[in-house]
């Protein structure tokens, strides 16, 4: 079974600490392509998920049939024979998604996330661990990725939620800027994904760098709250 | 003739894979913090890639169309890529110790390149012969290694400047990726004539 | 104990020198166009210099720089001067300004402020905004409309509204696409017989602007601001591949002196490809530097889908730029072949 | 029917793929691992134990197992630290602080009056930099000294201090260029 | 694989490759299941989509027939500015014809083809236009979708709808920049006289055409 | 004879501020209180003190031996007694002090008997250690002792020799008035240079703003008959750079990692030849130099000083104006503030300027590199400054030596035109500076690594001979059980002695042999089992239960595992 501890390091790693996309850099290529809107990003990083945890159940329980030396290419097969499941599971009933998507499915075969988790973890932990672990790095990618869609959205267009129609029939998507707003289209380009994607991860270090100055702060001095190192940290020119 | 040309201006520039199409970012980023091993990188994934669209044609065209299984190719692309990958590997290690220092811990990585898998599957949608699927495998593999040498160009000199500190390392780079890609914008319509 | 190092003397010159010659050089040029313009022109370059030294404080104080030495230097100001002028004369307010904070936050401060960003900012200003705002960046007043003042301002700050007829795809922008429509007009030749677009050797009026530019380059060459070798190349290689267009099919294609005096080629040659801090430094590297900018600008302008290609062709070779030094590096003293 | 066309196709493929790759993998096997040898040489011999392996060898190994973080070495400091990361490709991480802190060169000096001779420190020095024979008094030899402090625990009297290395013209070096606009001073401390 | 035995080259290949087959067969046995399941599903899927396009140019009520099974193979057709075979739709009321469904292709957008369907009635009206396909420019030249243009009342693309081909005069068949009778938004002229002209071109083809288009025997 | 010139490509052109300092001669600086000299004063090993406090020398006696080949000796400036041998601060840019030997002169300047010597009649080996002896050392800025760049090449013919007299800092004007007041000295001292290399050719480079010293030096050469050829060089700073000046007169260009002796050539100041005919000719070695005194001063000169003036007494001779803020040693181009006033005249005291914020304004803010290129069209070595800045302001050492550090000749150019006002040559010596350590530590690093595998070897090796040892007193014992066995068996049996029989003495030996290798087994034991928990201890047993059964053991002397081995464990 599994530990609370465990429990809250696996959930801790997936959803922050080790977040795919803002810190280990791996899955990028989803992460910047279809992040154009909210709903795809969403739509998409629910397929990674399902990948992420049925594959690393798989080769969690199989890990101890599978040669060493094949290892990697047994590992992509069970990869790439749930995706093209899950693709063929998008293209009976969320065709028209299936079709914006487009070899994005497909790619979450080699979506490095996937296969680094299943190499890293799955091959060295038991089932339950390894599901888990699925489970959070999967949702680490969906908030990234869920975040990043709606501020490329936002900017590139003023709206939030275009498109949610092809998952929800009926629902429709929310203008949140003046609908004169002319709409930034860098963001919506492949430019603006970087961008963004930078900023969202400067974003994270600058949360991070303040937690672990307050951290060193607090033993010393407890009474420096109002403390401006964060948010100007300068460039570390000294 | 110049059909050939254009389609390889338009792999290597205009739809650059990694700044254009968005494929293969894990090792753009990865390997890119220094020039030599970006050379190695691209030198890598050039002989794969090539190799990988080739074999995929095949496989496309004489096992699974003829037998209508179509939705096996996600399968059986990766694992002959894959398997491509790894007797590279070994190959290399054991032929020349040189080339092995150089691309050693780079090869494994390519299997997990989407662009590798991503440019057959786009051959495949544009339903390219095998002489175009070659070439416009060749000229994404191009369009990589060219993008890998610049970014790790530009990535070394950026290293050495006053970042703000929450910006330093990936985030910078991020940045610079997109300015990138924002110059590739201007290669938009070249590919035409 | 704080070491003073030799030389105890320097010479006296400093960076606002520097950057206070590139504006002074970049005045007959403004002259000239809001001149041809009129004064919306001026406009914009408040709006834009405004924007960036705002800009520029504000990084500054949240990186924990010291303010006003960076203010001083005037680098802001070449750079939201060039937006200025690349820019649409008659641009909304907005559309300069997110231009220029686009240049200063993140093409400039993000890398750590003066001299090193890899990238032109005030190109990337303008590659980021044509990119966005396609169609508001590729309208220019249009040939013979006179508006006052009051009514510059007004559609600056989008008082009145943006009518059709006040705007016009640029010369450059319209041989294009006129061109592309086939049929409509047989060859550049017809073209250029239209006396109001276009005049005796480039776009009507654009030719003085462009002229006063190159102007003002040579003063840059004269006071060593700027070394010969990028504005060489640049017009080198403009003057190459469409000398090389224009001799293959002169129905089709523009003469070099046109394109050497269209849109913002001499801006381009004297003022943007020489940018030390984006380009290359070594002299070889240079050349390269500004034949490729000036070979692309072309290619862009004439077939890709931009309606002027400085910026896009100046950002690619900024890419380059630091593989290209590093094959040009010069050899040093005494490591050459052989003396003499 | 479709279902064993399939099955047959891949499994041709399998066979095919496998057996190529089983057999490259015997034929083509190699031994060795330089990047050990190259870690090695990155970290600074000093011999510690800081890192929590018997010495710099086994922990380079270590590193290269990926058992080991490459944050552990104290005495190679930050550019240690940013010198693996730079050879194996990883990103760089501060000095962990359970491993110790990076701290100024020292060496070992013996107060001759207190040493008895027991030869403890001798046995301790990995790198043999004290001399002395049983029963009189050692001396460190301050060029070979690493500053390791292993020497320090085993001494029965503790006569051994370690001394911060005094700047001589040998080792003085240029300073770093004072950045003279600098307001900013005051927050970068903090 | 604690103790390590150790094989030679062709034991390890056989041993590997069965290892593999093993694998292979599991997974795409199990692939194939999935296939087999989602198969109706997909197809369904497939139709669907290809009626949706149909019914925005052709409204659902104004035929009866099997639209989807009374289709005609077209050649490479210049006229429609199409390179490649494309399919037509034929609409029938009681037999009688009622319209056609083409494709047809505008070569010159700004960046590249649009690729368009076009409703006409046997009397040369037109039902409707859509875009199929297109790279014009985001937010500039992409008004032609009637989902991104900022009109929605009454979209760019609907202006066609309820023209008839002889009556509006060849003529008329230009962006009013151009003197003729469609309107463009500013800044963007390029795509809509690209589509007016493919639309201009793919009636006058189906009206002059229109018998031979009916009568001809098609593949169900 | 005409002589083509060359050129080097940058060079800066700053005021030269000449004028001051040469309207009046030479003149003798009066003798001071206090005479304090380091015994470093040259590059290479540093001299060993010869004397002992409370010593009294003589003028000219030798105070500091060389220590090794690249070193040279260091003498007492003037007679009296040497109140002190320690560390005092001397004029280095770090303010550390140095090991140095104070005299308290008598007045009397008695000299040490001083013998000309017939230098043609000696072996160039003799004369060279006889120059190394006398503390020639080059006093153009570097110090090197002369006698080993006096060795010509093995392989290469000696072409040409350059006498440098450019003199091309700012300010400084002594090697200007040695050459117009000694140019016949000089001439005899270039002379015994040109006999010990025997090139080809010796060129006298001056630069072309010191026409009375190129004037009074081809008087000398005219009148020494000698086939000098004596140059006016264009003034361009570093002109006076022994590389760009080689270059200017010769065309040849001296890369980094080269002697220049290697391509044929060889450097010499115009005052190291003066130095070096005193030495022969007279047998004084060098107990003091010309130094400009000039700046923020009222009297500018220059002076002929004893080597161990402090410079607090000197310098009033020219009368330093009140607002005078510091004092800097060498030119404003390549000089330093030196880091105290009273800190002594050295053999590489050339200048000293005065300095006042009025004539050395405060160096504006350094502000970020705009990578202009000025500094890289400036450079003498043809080096990318902004590159170098670049790399070490980021630490990245590795690239600073990719683009060249080491070719940087720290001349100041480079700084000197820099819009940006970035101190370049501080960050150029900073990064060599940390070059350097590192090499240091790296060497460092490899001693101790290889010691540390040799102790290692070293106590697997004595573990072995323990193992050994004990193995062989065992055998030893098994052995006399065997003999004492076989003896009894065979009084039982069949009296023939032990010797006599083969089964027997195999047994023993087998027995013996067993024995060994129980011994070297409890021997390594590995360290672990001393202190085993119970179920350990289980294990360790059941092991061993299941050697046995393997037949890998002899059941019979069963040894207790764990607590038997322990104390073999800890002795081993
Ligand atoms: C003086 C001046 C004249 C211009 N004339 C034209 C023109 O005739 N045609 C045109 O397409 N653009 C014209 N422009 C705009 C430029 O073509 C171009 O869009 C702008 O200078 C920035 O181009 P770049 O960023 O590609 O260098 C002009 C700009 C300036 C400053
Ligand atoms: C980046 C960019 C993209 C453009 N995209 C389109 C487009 O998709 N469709 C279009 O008709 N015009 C487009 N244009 C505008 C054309 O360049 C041209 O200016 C315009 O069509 C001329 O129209 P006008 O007659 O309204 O001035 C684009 C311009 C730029 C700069
Ligand atoms: C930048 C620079 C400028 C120099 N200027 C002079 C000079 O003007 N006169 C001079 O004699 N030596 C000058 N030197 C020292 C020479 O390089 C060289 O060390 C000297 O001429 C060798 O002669 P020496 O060994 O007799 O001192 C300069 C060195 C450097 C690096
Ligand atoms: C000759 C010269 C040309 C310049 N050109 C540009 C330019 O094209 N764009 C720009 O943003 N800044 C330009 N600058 C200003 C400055 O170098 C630039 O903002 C830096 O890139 C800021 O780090 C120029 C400066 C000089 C001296
Ligand atoms: S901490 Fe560093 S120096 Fe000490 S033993 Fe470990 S690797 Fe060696
Ligand atoms: S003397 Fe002490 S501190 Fe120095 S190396 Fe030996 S054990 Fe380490
Ligand atoms: S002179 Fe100064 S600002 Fe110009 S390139 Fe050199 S270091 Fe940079
Ligand atoms: S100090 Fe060095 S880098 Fe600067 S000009 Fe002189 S030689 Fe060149
Ligand atoms: S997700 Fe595309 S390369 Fe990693």
């Not at chain 4, 790759?21 to 510690?48: H, N, W």
């Not at chain 5, 693309?157 to 500013?186: C, H, M, T």
């Not at chain 6, 590795?398 to 035109?417: P, R």
């Amino acid at each position: 079974m599994i530990s609370r501890e465990e429990f809250r390091s696996i959930a801790h790693n997936g959803l922050w600490k080790q977040n795919t996309g803002l810190v280990q850099l791996l899955g990028l290529c989803p992460l910047l392509a279809i992040s154009t809107n909210m709903v795809n990003a969403v739509m998409l990083s629910l397929a990674t998920i399902l990948v992420m945890a049925l594959a690393n159940v798989a080769v969690a329980s199989l890990r101890n049939l599978i040669p060493h030396e094949i290892r990697i290419p047994v590992f992509i097969l069970i990869v790439a024979a749930l995706v093209t499941v899950v693709d063929l599971l998008f293209n009976a009933w969320f065709h028209q998604l299936y079709v914006i998507l487009g070899i994005f499915i497909p790619l979450i075969v080699t979506n490095c996330i996937v296969l680094a988790r299943v190499e890293a973890f799955a091959a060295k932990n038991p089932a339950l661990h390894s599901t888990l672990d699925g489970i959070f790095m999967g949702i680490g990618l969906l908030w990234t990725l869920a975040l990043l869609g709606a501020l490329r959205e936002l900017i590139g267009s003023g709206t939030l939620l275009a498109g949610i129609e092809m998952v929800i029939p009926g629902a429709s998507a929310i203008q949140v800027l003046p609908a004169d707003y002319p709409g930034f289209l860098l963001a919506i380009l492949p430019p603006g994904a970087f961008i963004l994607l930078g900023c969202l991860i400067a974003w994270k270090n600058w949360l991070d760098q303040r937690a672990a100055a307050r951290e060193r702060a607090r033993p010393a001095s407890p009474a420096t709250p109002a403390e401006p190192a964060g948010e100007a940290s300068p460039a570390p020119a000294g | 003739m110049a059909h050939y040309l254009f389609l390889l201006i338009g792999a290597v520039l205009v739809n650059n894979v990694v700044l254009v199409k968005i494929l293969g970012l894990c090792p753009f980023m990865g390997v890119s913090k220094k020039l030599e091993t970006a050379y190695g990188m691209g030198a890598a994934t050039t002989f794969v890639l090539t190799l990988a669209t080739g074999a995929s044609f095949i496989i496309d065209h004489y096992l699974l169309i003829p037998f209508g299984l179509e939705y096996l190719r996600t399968l059986s692309f990766i694992v002959t890529i894959a398997a491509i990958v790894q007797l590279t590997e070994m190959v290399i290690a054991k032929t020349s110790p040189m080339l092995q220092q150089v691309l050693g811990i780079y090869l494994p990585l390519i299997t997990t390149n989407c662009a590798v898998l991503g440019v057959p599957l786009i051959n495949i949608s544009h339903s390219y012969g095998f002489m175009e699927s070659l070439l416009f495998g060749a000229g994404s593999a191009i369009g990589f290694s060219l993008v890998l040498v610049l970014f790790a160009g530009i990535r070394e000199r950026v290293d050495g400047a006053e970042v703000p500190l929450p910006f330093k390392g990936a985030a910078i780079a991020m940045v610079t990726a997109g300015l990138m890609s924002l110059a590739f914008m201007g290669f938009a319509g070249l590919d035409r004539y | 104990m704080e070491i003073v190092t030799s030389p105890h003397v320097l010479k006296p010159v400093s960076i606002t020198r520097v950057m206070g010659q590139v504006c002074l050089a970049l005045l007959p040029g403004i002259a000239v166009y809001s001149w041809l313009i009129g004064p919306a022109l001026l406009l914009q370059l408040g709006i834009a210099s405004l924007t960036a030294l705002a800009a520029e404080a504000l990084l500054l104080k949240l990186r924990g720089k010291p303010v006003s030495p960076f203010l001083m230097d005037g680098s802001a100001l070449v750079t939201a001067w060039l937006i200025a002028l690349t820019f649409p004369p008659l641009s909304p307010w907005w559309l300069t300004a997110t231009g220029v904070l686009f240049a200063i936050v993140i093409a400039k401060q993000l890398y750590g402020g003066l001299g090193q960003n890899p990238f032109n900012p005030a190109m990337v200003a303008f590659a980021a905004c044509i990119v966005a705002f396609p169609a508001l960046m590729s309208q220019w007043p249009a040939q013979g409309l006179s508006l006052s003042f009051g009514q510059q301002l007004e559609v600056v700050f989008g008082l009145a509204p943006r009518i059709d007829a006040l705007t016009a795809a640029t010369p450059l922008d319209a041989m294009k696409t006129a061109l592309k429509m086939d049929g409509v007009h047989a060859s550049v030749q017809e073209l250029l017989a239209n006396q109001t677009l276009y005049g005796t050797f480039a776009g009507r009026g654009w030719e003085w602007v462009t002229s006063a530019y190159l102007l003002g380059g040579l003063f840059l060459l004269w006071r060593r601001v700027i070394t010969w070798h990028v504005p060489v190349a640049f017009v080198l290689g403009l003057l190459l591949i469409s000398g090389l267009c224009w001799s293959l099919d002169p129905a089709r294609y523009a003469d070099p002196l046109f394109h050497l005096f269209s849109g913002g080629a001499m801006l381009g040659a004297f003022f943007i490809a020489t940018d030390p801090v984006s380009g290359c430094t070594t002299p070889r590297g240079k050349l390269i530097f500004g034949f490729g900018a000036g070979a692309l600008a072309y290619l862009i302008r004439v077939f890709g889908a931009f309606p002027d290609g400085i910026a896009f062709a100046v950002l690619i070779m900024n890419l380059c730029a630091p593989l290209i030094d590093l094959f040009c590096q010069p050899a040093v003293f005494g490591k050459k072949k052989e003396a003499p | 029917m479709e279902l064993l066309i399939a099955i047959a196709v891949m499994a041709l493929g399998a066979v095919v793929l496998g057996a190529a790759l089983g057999y490259a993998s015997i034929k083509f096997k190699v031994e060795g691992d330089p990047i050990v040898e190259k870690v090695d040489a990155i970290l600074p011999q000093t011999q510690c134990g800081q890192c929590g392996f018997p010495g710099c060898k086994p922990y380079a190994e270590a590193i290269v197992k990926g058992e080991a973080e490459i944050n552990q070495c104290p005495p190679g400091g930050d550019e240690g630290v940013r010198k693996l990361a730079d050879l194996l490709g990883k990103e760089y991480k501060p000095l962990s602080a359970e491993h110790g802190e990076e701290k100024p060169k020292a060496v070992a000096v013996i107060r001759e009056e207190t040493c008895i001779g027991c030869t403890l420190c001798i046995q301790a020095c990995p790198v043999d930099a004290i001399v002395g024979a049983a029963k009189q008094m050692h001396t460190v030899v301050e060029s070979l000294c690493t500053g390791c402090e292993l020497c320090l625990k085993p001494c029965p009297v503790e006569c051994i201090d370690m001394v911060p290395v005094p700047e001589t013209l040998d080792t003085w070096k240029w300073k770093y260029p004072v950045i003279e606009i600098k307001p900013a001073e005051g927050r970068k401390a903090a | 694989m604690s103790e390590a035995k150790v094989y030679t080259a062709p034991a390890m290949a056989l041993r590997t490759a069965l290892t593999l087959l093993i694998f292979v067969v599991l997974f795409t046995g199990l692939l194939a299941g999935a296939y087999q399941w989602t198969r109706p599903a997909i197809e369904a899927s497939l139709l669907a989509e290809k009626m949706k396009f149909i019914n925005e140019v052709l409204p659902a009520g104004s035929y009866d027939n099997e639209l989807l099974a009374d289709t005609l193979s077209l050649p490479p057709t210049p006229e429609l500015g199409l390179k490649q075979p494309s399919t037509v739709y034929r609409a029938r009321r009681g037999g009688e014809p009622a319209a056609l469904v083409l494709e047809a292709v505008a070569p010159d957008g700004y960046s590249g083809d649009i690729r368009l369907v076009l409703g006409i009635t046997a009397d040369g009206d037109i039902t409707g236009v859509r875009v199929v396909q297109h790279k014009e420019t985001p937010g500039l030249g992409d008004y032609i979708e009637p989902g991104k243009d900022k009109n929605k009342e009454q979209p760019w693309i609907s202006q066609f709808a309820g023209l008839n081909y002889p009556q509006v005069a060849d003529a008329e068949w230009k962006v009013k920049k151009d003197k003729g009778r469609f309107d463009y938004r500013s800044g963007a002229t390029v795509t809509p006289r690209a589509v007016v002209g493919a639309v201009h071109k793919a009636v006058r083809f189906a009206v002059t055409h229109r018998q031979e288009l009916f009568a001809q025997e098609g593949k169900p | 004879m005409l002589q083509k010139l060359f050129k080097f490509k940058g060079g800066v052109k700053p005021a030269y501020n000449k004028h001051q300092s040469v309207g009046t001669p030479i003149a003798t600086a009066p003798l001071p209180s206090r005479l304090v000299i380091p015994l470093h004063q040259s590059i290479g090993g540093t001299p060993q003190p010869v004397v002992a406090v409370g010593d009294k020398v003589l003028k000219g006696q030798l105070i500091g031996a060389a220590d090794g080949w690249i070193s040279a000796a260091v003498h007492a400036s003037t007679s009296g007694t040497v109140t002190d041998i320690g560390p005092y601060l001397v004029p280095h840019p770090s303010g550390l002090s140095i090991d140095c030997v104070v005299i308290e002169p008598d007045g009397e300047e008695r000299w040490i008997e001083r013998q000309p010597l017939d230098y043609r009649a000696m072996a160039p080996e003799a004369v060279r250690t006889y120059l190394q002896q006398s503390g020639v050392v080059g006093l153009g800025g570097a110090v090197f002792p002369s006698h080993a760049k006096l060795t010509p090449s093995r392989d290469v013919p000696m072409e040409e020799l350059v006498i440098n007299g450019a003199e091309c800092e700012p300010w400084i004007t002594c090697d200007d008035l040695i050459m117009r007041e000694r140019a016949a000295e000089i001439v005899s001292g270039i002379g015994l240079f040109r006999d010990l290399l025997q090139p080809k050719r010796v060129l006298i480079g001056i630069e072309d703003n010191k026409p009375e010293a190129v004037a009074a030096m081809k008087a000398a050469v005219q009148t020494a008959g000698e086939p000098f050829e004596v140059l006016a060089v264009p003034t361009l700073y570093p002109a006076g750079g022994a590389k760009q000046l080689i270059r200017v007169l010769t065309g040849k260009e001296i890369p980094a990692a080269k002697r220049s002796t290697d391509l044929g050539v060889q450097c010499f100041n115009v005052a190291t030849a003066w130095t070096a005919w005193r030495a022969v000719a007279h047998g004084e070695p060098v107990i003091n130099r010309i130094v400009t005194l000039t700046g923020n001063a009222g009297k500018p000169r220059n002076w002929e000083v004893l080597i161990g003036t402090p410079m607090d007494q000197l310098l009033p001779l020219a009368e330093p104006a009140p607002d005078t803020d510091g004092v800097i040693m060498g030119g404003p181009m390549m000089g330093f503030l030196i880091p105290a006033p009273d800190v002594p005249v050295i053999k590489a005291t050339n200048c000293l300027i005065a300095h006042s914020p009025t004539l050395f304004p405060p160096k504006p803010p350094e502000m970020p590199c705009i990578r202009c290129g000025e500094c890289a069209r400036a450079c003498p070595q043809e080096l990318q400054p902004f590159e170098l800045y670049w790399w070490s302001r980021a630490r990245n050492f590795g690239k600073t030596q990719e683009y060249s550090l080491f070719d940087c000749i720290e001349c100041g150019c480079c700084s000197y035109v820099c819009p940006a006002h970035i101190p370049l040559v501080q960050y150029f010596r900073f990064s060599k500076s940390e070059i350097w350590a590192r090499e240091k530590d790296k060497k460092m690093a490899e001693g101790a690594k290889d010691r540390f595998e040799f102790k290692q070897y070293r106590e697997e090796r004595e573990k072995a001979e323990k193992a050994e040892k004990l193995a062989k007193a065992a055998a030893a014992q098994a052995a006399k059980k065997a003999a004492e066995a076989a003896a009894a068996a065979g009084s039982e049996a069949s009296p023939a002695p032990p010797a006599d029989d083969p089964e027997a003495a195999k047994k023993a030996a087998i027995a013996a042999a067993m024995a060994r290798a129980k011994a070297q087994r409890a021997a390594v034991q590995p360290r672990n089992t001393d202190s085993v928990s119970p179920d350990q201890a289980e294990e360790i047993a059941a092991i061993d239960a299941r050697r046995q059964q393997a037949g890998l053991e002899p059941p019979a002397p069963s040894p207790e595992p764990a607590p038997a081995a322990a104390p073999d464990g800890k002795e081993a």
